[in-house]
């Protein structure tokens, strides 16, 4: 399960790093690169957040199961 978390967060990072230099390059409004920063950091927690729910939900399928000695 780490790996999928590590997998998960890189490529928000490279997305995130994508996006801005690509936004930078197009004609029209700018945007202050700390308002992506801070939503680029949200959408991380939530992800997090998610992939614990993920993996919680997983775990307590198993803690009901009795193993007899």
Known sequence: MFSSFSVLLVLQNASLILSIRYSRTQPGD???STT????????????????????????????????PE
Request: overall charge positive; aromatic content about 12%; charged content about 10%.
């Open 36 to 67: 992506a920063v801070v939503f680029a950091e949200l959408i991380k927690l939530l992800a997090c957040l998610v992939l614990l729910l993920i993996q919680q939900k997983g775990h307590s399928a198993f803690s009901s199961v009795h193993v």
């Open 30 to 32: 700018r945007f202050f």
